[in-house]
């Protein structure tokens, strides 16, 4: 990826930080837009030549100006974007929202899941057209299955494989969109904070790893960086052309499953 410059959302934690250490790596210069950004200030001591972090929320379209322009004032054109930052519903079934929670809690998790999604893209949409680049979108298994999440989640995530579909086909033939359907994987993914249902993390649920590790074929639930080298394939312009509208499954074997 050298030469390469890349915006990645949600990229202080988990899945996201993973693909930034990677990019980083592979010699690509990198903007991350994150609520959290002092949680890679350890990442930012060491790359500070090849990495700019802007705080901020996905569900502000004035952030994902501010991360364009800052990661291109830096490094020049951006040429590939990974939508990546996201919340959980905890798996809470639909009937166990209480009926006035349900409007505040479909708003938390369908702005930063879809709409935080939607304004990253409108915002990157034209500079990616004039590099030519591509979109990379972070999905689910849940985009794909019911049960790795609620109601919310798994409408969120299906929503998700739409938008990237559609994106494909506005966007070509100047820029590929396409997603990564990551399975279970061991991070403290956030639930939601505006109502009074689905709350915490999960990394705070003992045995919930080992548990969904039984269900998966290839018997272990993934660590973020097992993901990471799917965003590189998809971000080259020489190694996967001919790729867009795409959602790559990494869960394990989840379509070989027995039971
Ligand atoms: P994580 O919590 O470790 O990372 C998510 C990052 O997004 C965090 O750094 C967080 O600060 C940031 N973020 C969350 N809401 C934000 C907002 N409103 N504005 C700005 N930044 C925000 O979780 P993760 O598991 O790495 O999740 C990353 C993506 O992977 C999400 O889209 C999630 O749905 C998806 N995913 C996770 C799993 C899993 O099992 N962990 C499986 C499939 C898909």
């Keep these: 990826m050298r030469g390469q410059v890349a915006l990645v959302s949600g990229g202080a934690n988990g899945i996201g930080r993973a693909v930034v250490e990677r990019f980083l790596a592979e010699g690509a210069c990198v903007g991350v837009l994150d609520r959290q950004p002092d949680a890679l200030h350890d990442l930012r001591a060491e790359w500070s030549d090849r990495l700019v972090v802007v705080g901020g929320d996905v569900r502000d379209a004035a952030a994902h100006e501010a991360v364009l322009d800052a990661t291109s004032q830096s490094f020049g054109p951006v040429d590939t974007y990974v939508a990546n930052a996201g919340i959980h519903d905890m798996w809470t079934r639909l009937e166990d929202i209480p009926t006035d929670q349900l409007p505040a809690a479909f708003h938390e998790l369908f702005t930063v899941d879809v709409l935080g999604y939607l304004l990253g893209a409108r915002r990157m949409a034209s500079a990616l057209r004039a590099a030519r680049g591509s979109m990379i979108f972070t999905a689910s298994s849940s985009s794909r299955?019911?049960?790795?999440?609620?109601?919310?989640?798994?409408?969120?995530?299906?929503?998700?494989?739409?938008?990237?579909?559609?994106?494909?086909?506005?966007?070509?033939?100047?820029v590929r969109v396409n997603a990564i359907a990551p399975g279970a994987t061991a991070t403290g993914l956030s639930g939601l904070s505006d109502s009074e249902v689905g709350r915490g993390r999960l990394d705070e649920r003992p045995g919930l790893m080992d548990r969904v590790a039984e269900t998966v074929p290839l018997g272990f639930v993934a660590e973020p960086a097992d993901h990471a080298a799917l965003y590189v394939l998809l971000a080259s312009a020489t190694e996967a052309p001919f790729v867009t509208g795409a959602v790559l499954p990494s869960d394990g074997g989840l379509d070989v499953r027995r039971s």
């Design 145 to 174: 299955y019911a049960g790795g999440g609620g109601a919310l989640y798994v409408a969120a995530k299906h929503a998700v494989v739409g938008l990237v579909r559609q994106l494909a086909h506005e966007l070509a033939p100047d």
